[in-house]
């Protein structure tokens, strides 16, 4: 646990110089970009770390790497790799925030209602929301470039030329496979009915994948085990780990979305409800009700909401037994991990950190 | 001119394998993530590639090329430089049309319109708008991914990392300029009123050289040279002879965007002066008017207009003098490139076609 503080140190204090040179390098165009520089700050000094995380132990099951040591150009480089990650993921929360049309994240303001507040605030001229609107993107797309920097800095900095660039292509499938996740969960909002269960089980299932499980776990310790030079048979015994930590560590998510506490979670409870995001959960839940009952949840679902109305959703989704489902799919998942670690031949103590990691990963409450 | 014919047409060529390589990369999400690919290749089959032809000769302007030659490792290389800065571009612009809610672009609807129109043919449900936002968010995202592979690309295939590495830096500083210019660029519309002449001019200025004039023909060249490994007095000479070019390049855009012919331009006239973009074409229109006269334009200026204002604002300029303004200040910013390219140490076949592309580039009627 130590290790995991001082770890998170190590990770804020890298991303604050990170921003801390780009604020100086954009000193020429003067003080109006700042609001940029200060959001990116704001949002980054957030969040939960886990694809950071994973990325380090992905490099530490290859290789030894002592967190308590000093910060050499190896044990830098990892850290860029880890802090390339939660930038880019930055960028990606920033965008979807806009496009989910979310208020909230982390408990702060989205960053587009943000610049949307110092709109109102300067009283200028003009829509507010747009210029929110325009903050976001640009910052978003400011920070997937700090991302990408960092990438190339952590690749540079290691001997090793082949395993850097294994690191880049994985980080590069990644980016492509997010975004076209994310465009397929927005297009799945827009149909006007359900598809069969089957077929939306499969469709639920595969934004799941790609929108989040491969991103969030299976990504981050294939970078940071490609740094490390590890073989391909290392590469495939991470991803038989990861994936099914990913797609664990996504229901969890599906089910805080709904049943969270705010408090902790830092977003609304019933966002995911009123904005009509198919997950995995739902599309349980619906299958188990009778028809009449179904139509009424379809059609609340995706609609604006108020409170009596999220606690109605949530006892209809609770009474279907779609949690226990969930639950079980969760324990399922990380049972398969474990199987997959346990013939890894990975360094055995990044194996039980890797074990503790996905555990909380899963289970986490927030 | 036979080859800038076969550089345009090995551009496309390579941009057209990217996006196909794309393509199948992403097949295992689905059809329903095709649409992003067809809309890449659409955008991407039009554009004046300048960035992509000042980066090539900013490779000759240091090393020999032969573009009628075969496409070996080197010429490859440069080729993807050249393709990421036109992916790159691509991105830009996919973004910066959400932000000023352009509906055209390259004689085409913008890609936010076409995602949009997809929505509504398709009968889908919700907004079609909001659709029509997610859908260019995400794409945009794609291109600014892909462009990076294409530039990593490049790096790895020639064999000085030095060369490589500044190459990535200039490709870097422009990204973190080129999304902060346009930043300042929405801020300026914002605020109600105009500041004081000098200070506005200073402001419009530097917005001009930040979103544009360094970003659409002194990095190309810088970059292109570095790859070549240029040397640090050779990267000095050719900024002597982008930036200036790059400012004749932006003016000419602002007369176009004002006074240029739909047909050539593909954008409508007058979403310049609906969206209220200061430029430094309007500021210096402005400053000639009686103060009376003065306020009607900033009035009209960033408010809807239909085609009788729009002429009644185009006659304003013309009447002020300021085309002659900024045609004078484009003769003077191309003499002093001239003259810059005059003292470079860099290989003369290159210095004559840098000339002739930086000419065509200024004075061109789309």
Redesign the interface.
């Known amino acids: 646990m130590q290790e995991t503080t001082r770890l998170a140190g190590l990770i804020q204090e890298r991303i604050n110089d990170t921003l801390a040179r ?1 604020r100086t ?2 000193e020429p ?2 003080a ?2 700042e609001p ?1 520089l200060d959001e990116a700050f704001g949002f980054l000094s957030g969040g939960k770390r886990f694809r950071a995380q994973f990325a380090v132990l992905g490099y530490r099951a290859i290789r030894p790497l002592e967190l308590s040591s000093e910060v050499d150009t190896e044990f830098g480089a990892v850290l860029d790799a880890a802090c390339a990650l939660e930038l880019f993921h930055a ?2 929360l920033i ?1 979807d925030d ?2 989910d ?1 979310s208020d909230t994240r982390r408990g702060r303001p989205a960053t587009h209602r943000l610049f949307a507040a110092m ?1 109102q605030q ?5 829509s507010a929301e ?2 929110g ?3 976001a ?2 910052l ?3 920070l ?3 991302a ?2 960092l990438m ?1 800095a952590a690749g ?1 900095a290691l001997p090793d030329r082949d395993a850097a ?1 294994r690191a ?1 292509r994985h980080f ?2 990644m ?3 997010v ?6 969960d ?2 799945e ?4 009915e359900f598809a069969a269960h089957e077929e939306q089980l499969e469709r639920s299932t ?1 934004v799941l994948v ?1 929108k989040s499980a491969k991103y969030s776990v299976e990504a981050p310790l294939l970078i940071g085990a490609a740094l490390a030079g590890a073989s391909e048979q290392h590469e495939q015994a991470l991803s038989d780990f990861g994936l099914p930590v990913g797609v664990a560590f996504q229901l969890r998510d599906d089910l805080l979305g709904v049943f969270g506490d705010e408090e902790l979670t830092g977003k609304p409870i019933g966002d995911d409800l009123s904005e ?1 995001k198919r997950t995995v959960l739902v599309t349980l839940a619906r299958e188990k009700l009778p028809t009449t009952q179904r139509r009424i949840f379809d059609d609340m679902l ?1 609609s604006e909401l108020d409170s009596l109305q999220v606690a109605m959703l949530q006892r209809t989704i609770r009474e279907s037994g779609a949690i226990e489902q969930i639950e079980e799919m969760i324990t399922l998942n990380l049972d398969r991990a474990t199987t997959a670690l346990q013939r890894a031949q990975i360094r055995p103590d990044a194996a039980q950190l890797l074990l503790s990691l996905s555990e909380r990963a899963a289970r986490r409450a927030f």
Not at 122 to 126: A, K, N
Request: aromatic share 8%; glycine share 14%; net charge neutral.
């Open positions: 780009h390098a954009l165009l003067g109006d970009a940029l960028a990606a965008h806009v496009i049309r709109h300067r009283g200028w001229r003009g747009h210029f609107l325009a903050g993107i640009l978003g797309d400011l997937q470039s700090w990408d920097e190339q540079d660039q880049r590069n499938r980016r492509s496979e975004a076209t996740g994310q465009y397929l927005v297009l909002e827009q149909h006007a595969r790609y009509g995706g």
